[in-house]
């Protein structure tokens, strides 16, 4: 929610209530009791906004958000007035050659810092394997929320733009892989 703040202000500003939460595990949620996927979160989404007793909305969603919004647009199309999607997480494609080459041998460089005497430098290793391959995010992730970040990550959602039946607008920036 911390990285929505400005957003929040200014729609609030324009008249529109926000509610910005905390999807468990990320920003400054506790995790989810088991590994969740993205129908989790939907449910966790639904379970909120009746909660709430919010009736018809607009939904924003950024990354793993816009994921989340999307599949809950599909899911419950009567909730959902218009969406947005910052870079959503719905497409995946599969690595190239080169990356996958890069990630077996990373995955090699990985065992052999976690053998003894190299493993003083597993730490430093990691990091630089993780930055090479553009993963930062998933070193810093602690916990359940690793593997809740591979299930979702593996999630290809590209069918569901299809069946989304609201007004969509979708903010992309060219250098978001």
Known sequence: SDSWIETQERLAQLGYKVVVPDLPGFGKS?????????EDYVAFLKGLVDALGIQKFFLVGGSFGGQTAARFAVSHPEYVQKLVLSAPAIMRREPGLGKRLFMVISHGLDTMFSLWPLRIAHPL????????????????????????RTKVVREDNTHLLSRIVCPVLILWGDKDT
């Open 30 to 38: 506790e995790p989810p009791p088991a590994v969740w996927g993205v």
């Open 125 to 148: 290793a990691r990091k630089i394997v993780y930055k090479l391959l553009e993963s930062q995010d998933y070193l810093y992730t602690k916990g359940i929320m690793k593997q809740v």
